[in-house]
């Protein structure tokens, strides 16, 4: 029995195994960079108690795993050495952007679906410096592309030579195939440095020295900051509802101050300001450096109209460097603000 031909001369068993192999080149390329850029990353900081430990990988691996997939899909019908190379260039820099944006703009769009009142904000602020890198890192990603592109192309080609009479592919020809988990997990290694490193060291370094302080349990939010400059703001919230605020320079835990109270006491001087006269926002004693903008008690007045004299005051949570507090009122109305930054709060 004489085999059918594809376009390129190639029997159709032969074409179908070698598109088989393309597709899990790719997907066995974008696997291994996801778990390496963020499978360290993930566990270091779930060991540090850190807020939303595994969200980027949650979120990046399966990014990372649909690129891979389109290079190797696009790639299936055997194209030349130039198109390998540059799809898988356009890839790697994908890649490395997505590792740079991953910790602003994906854990800002999950905090979105959960938090509707941060919706249209961008929650989890990044450093300037990390945008340079990330625009740096893609830049190398994409240089890899271009061996990751030719290595690829031999080693899926050898793998559809290898197949079966029926095009399927054998565990042999398949092992050929991982010839792109150094060349996924090299630059995956650089941008855990490059990116994730400094993002984690002051979680981590927090976590240390808390380890010897306290058993309590606790979740650790990234405030602002970069370890390599001005050093890092932490902020250790505790399950009884306690929160310290804590400097962090050159990888060391400097000092802590108690900021839930503030949180408190400024919830209950804008809801009692806000039925008061709405000009006396200057007046109001605001311990420890609150920064009201305009109309905020104008729209707290609008909500407190009528809502009767007792209320609680809780902490709701906290998003990086969002701290929502919410006052529930003795009918069951409940006031929700949201306090921003620090030096000064707004």
Known sequence: MVKPLSDDGVSADRAAAFSTASITYGLLYGLTFALTVWGFDGWALAASNSESAALKLLIGLPALVLFGFAAGFALRRRPGPVSWVLIWMVTGALSGLLIGIIPHLGQTLAT???????RGIAVHSVPAALWTRAVFFAALTASAGTVVGL?????????SHKA?????LKLG???GLLVCVPMAA???LAGDQLINRGLRAGQRAAARELRDLT??????????????TWGETIDVAFSDGFVMRCSVRQEFLVDCLAVSPNYGAWMQALIEGARGDAETVDAISYAGGLSVGDGVLADLARSTGGVGDAYEIHRQGQYGDWVVMSARFDYGAVLT???HSHDPVV
Do not use: T
């Open 112 to 118: 979105w679906v959960f938090v509707p009142g941060l």
């Open 151 to 159: 290595v690829g192309r031999q080693a899926v080609e050898r793998a």
């Open 164 to 168: 079966a009479p029926s095009g399927r």
């Open 173 to 175: 020809s398949m092992a």
């Open 186 to 188: 090299l630059p995956a």
């Open 215 to 228: 058993s309590d349990a606790y979740v650790l939010h990234r405030v602002s900051g970069w370890p390599e």
């Open 337 to 339: 603000c949201y306090f």
